[in-house]
Nanobody, 129 residues
Framework: QVQLVESGGGLVQAGGSLRLSCAAS????????MAWFRQVVGKEREFVSV????????YYADSVKGRFTISRERFKNTVNLQMDSLKPEDTAVYYC??????????????????????WGQGAQVTLSS
């Protein structure tokens, strides 16, 4: 089992920056892909970004590409999401999630929430215009 705890959410003005962190505990000696999803009330949870364990490949949703950066602090079992040039439409609850990967290049849909096994409680990010 892996436990995930998000931190760093809050209220920020449009154009500003915020950094979310996700601390993982438990069976973290295994290799996990770590991802961020976000959800607005009344809408489906959507993929934001993922960082994979073998090689550190990263992927982003088109809506955040060039503005958000995902990174892993390996020795701290922490994944960060640096969010810059924030827009009002970035307002959402952001969820950290993890999926165990056993081999390099494992094939799955990393944009689908059903691909992930462990979820944090979420962190609210609110943009003020």
């Amino acid at each position: 089992q892996v436990q995930l705890v998000e931190s760093g959410g809050g209220l920020v003005q449009a154009g500003g920056s915020l950094r979310l962190s996700c601390a993982a505990s438990g069976r973290t000696h295994s290799k996990y892909a770590m991802a961020w999803f976000r959800q607005v009330v009344g809408k489906e949870r959507e993929f934001v970004s993922v960082i994979r364990p073998f090689g550190g490949d990263t992927y982003y949703a088109d809506s955040v590409k060039g503005r958000f950066t995902i990174s892993r602090e390996r020795f701290k079992n922490t994944v960060n999401l640096q969010m810059d040039s924030l827009k009002p439409e970035d307002t959402a609850v952001y969820y950290c999630t993890a999926r165990r990967e056993q081999v390099f290049g494992a094939s799955y849909d990393y944009t689908s929430q059903t691909s992930y096994n462990y979820w944090g409680q979420g962190a609210q990010v609110t943009l003020s215009s």
